[in-house]
């Protein structure tokens, strides 16, 4: 457990080591992420401390996004301020993203047993 | 330890303790996770926005700078980190079915990024909002880091981008299911593909909420995103501009 969190964390690092030299517009943990799904495909799986430390990471993703949006609470006014017109682009932009990309992925999607 | 008498020297103490913060955050999340089980995980009882709202409320009524709250609330904070790359997990779990679906991904993600930043800044030219804002809205269906930096390139300003973003996130993970429902997308995979990509990790903590198969959709179109979205952008933000 203790091992797969260490390996996490240096995965992030690395990543931001790549992202830092080659200037590529890709944060650091997202790399990382890259980087454990090459391994996987190249060793056929993941050992099973990254796979504990890491499951029990992605049980409780939402709470690691509370702090960072607590911000919404310090920068509200901005938000207001600029009035209702911000709130009905995001959610309308929002909204339209989702359709679409939905609607393109089950159009070109293969059927089960194609 | 020094001796406490009156309540509001009790306040004073405990404001002074970054750990306290901490306590409130994890305390205000699982409060928000209780209620969202208790609803049967109804999209509108999202745990990231009730938590938020409980955090707000007290930090409002104790007039506590978000500097101070962060303080302690940072010790959650940098494990987004690790579990950004734990994203990575689902994504293996499925990656028979993703190498399957590989068309409908690329294709979905093209046209996905392009609807996210091109809907974000032309509406926001339609409805006259500031150049300054417009670039600010166009890379906020991707994760804070990325748009952000984005932002900055393209001449917005990256702290309300940062505003701009999870507020994004929230709204993807409360109207994500009631919208797939209403359009009558069954397949989690497109479901899951489309909060990822539309918004971001918020969307994605949703999506593994829900459904496993969409959870590791929805973290590849994430990632997919976030690369697309900022080569991109610049691009859109200067047709639409022009």
Do not use: C
């Not at chain 1, 980087?35 to 060793?43: E, H, I, N, Q």
């Not at chain 1, 301020?81 to 293969?110: C, D, K, N, Q, Y």
């Not at chain 2, 999202?46 to 709202?53: E, F, G, K, T, W």
């Not at chain 2, 409320?57 to 303080?71: D, N």
């Amino acid at each position: 457990m203790l091992e797969g969190f260490a390996a996490l964390i240096v995965l992030q690092l690395i990543g931001e080591v790549i992202a830092g030299l080659t200037r590529i517009p890709v944060p650091g943990p997202v790399i990382g992420l890259a980087l454990l799904v090459a391994y996987a495909l190249w060793r056929g799986g993941v050992p099973p401390a990254i796979e504990q430390a890491g499951e029990a990471l992605l049980k409780h993703l939402s709470l690691l996004f509370v702090p960072a949006g607590v911000g919404l609470i310090a920068f509200g006014d901005k938000l207001l301020a600029e009035g209702p017109r911000l709130i009905v682009v995001l959610v309308l932009s929002t909204a339209l993203t989702m359709i679409v990309t939905a609607f393109v992925f089950r159009a070109l999607a293969r059927k089960e047993g194609e | 330890m020094r001796k406490i008498s009156d309540p509001s020297q009790f306040w004073i103490y405990l404001a002074e303790q970054p750990l306290f913060f901490l306590v409130l955050t994890v305390l205000a999340y699982i409060i928000g996770d209780r209620i969202s089980k208790a609803t049967g995980r109804n999209p509108l009882a999202n745990p990231v926005l009730i938590a938020i709202l409980i955090i707000g409320a007290v930090l409002i009524a104790t007039k506590t700078p978000h500097a101070r709250y962060f303080e302690g609330a940072r010790f959650v904070h940098v494990l987004l980190g690790p579990a950004t790359v734990a994203l990575a997990l689902p994504i293996i779990r499925h990656r028979a079915l993703i190498r399957r679906q590989w068309r409908a991904i690329l294709g979905a993600i093209v046209i996905g990024a392009g609807v996210g930043i091109a809907t974000a800044s032309g509406l926001a030219i339609l409805t006259g909002l500031s150049p300054e804002t417009i670039a600010s809205l166009a890379p906020k269906s991707v994760t804070a880091a990325i748009a952000m930096g984005i932002s900055e390139q393209v001449g917005g300003t990256p702290p309300l981008t940062a505003v701009l973003v999870i507020s994004t996130g929230i709204l993807g993970a409360v109207l994500i299911t009631p919208l797939m429902n209403l359009i009558g997308v069954t397949d989690y995979a497109a479901r899951g593909f489309a909060a990822g990509l539309a918004a971001h990790g918020i969307g994605t903590a949703r999506a593994l909420q829900v459904n496993e198969k969409a959870g590791a959709h929805a973290a590849l179109a994430m990632g997919l995103n976030g690369l697309v979205t900022a080569l991109m952008a610049p691009l859109l933000l200067a047709l639409l501009l022009r």
